[in-house]
């Protein structure tokens, strides 16, 4: 499988979003600074094995997170916008309601 096939993989597997869902709990829960890999495969209740199939360690589960929740959508409207004349505030007010819906976990990473 190559890279970008294995990338898409990722990001569809139901162990990709479990990974991504529970860390994003447990960083409401807890301390960023003090999660282990070990706590977020436990409660998972995944090998660590596994953890490191899907991500290099918890920052690289942050850029995932911003890359696939703000960067890349930001990226459609932005390709919206220009075809359609999509006004700048009508995207940055969606910008600032995906920060403030997850801003417990965003002030938290």
């Known amino acids: 499988m190559n890279n970008e096939n294995s990338h898409t993989y990722k990001h569809t597997s139901s162990t990709y979003k479990k990974i991504i869902s529970t860390?994003?709990?447990l960083v409401i829960e807890k301390n960023f600074e003090k999660l282990?890999?070990?706590e977020i495969s436990s409660a998972?209740?995944?090998s660590r094995k596994t953890f490191y199939q899907?991500?290099?360690d918890k920052n690289d589960i942050v850029d995932?997170?911003?890359?696939n929740e703000i960067i890349l959508p930001l990226k459609?409207?932005?390709?919206l916008s220009n075809s359609l004349e999509m006004p700048a505030l009508t995207i940055m007010s969606w910008m600032y309601e995906q920060l403030?819906?997850?801003r417990i976990f965003y002030t938290r990473i």
Do not use: P
């Open 36 to 38: 282990s890999v070990a």
């Open 54 to 56: 899907y991500f290099r």
């Open 44 to 46: 998972c209740s995944i």
């Open 23 to 25: 860390f994003k709990q």
């Open 100 to 102: 403030y819906n997850n």
């Open 76 to 79: 459609q409207l932005r390709s």
């Open 64 to 67: 995932q997170i911003f890359l």
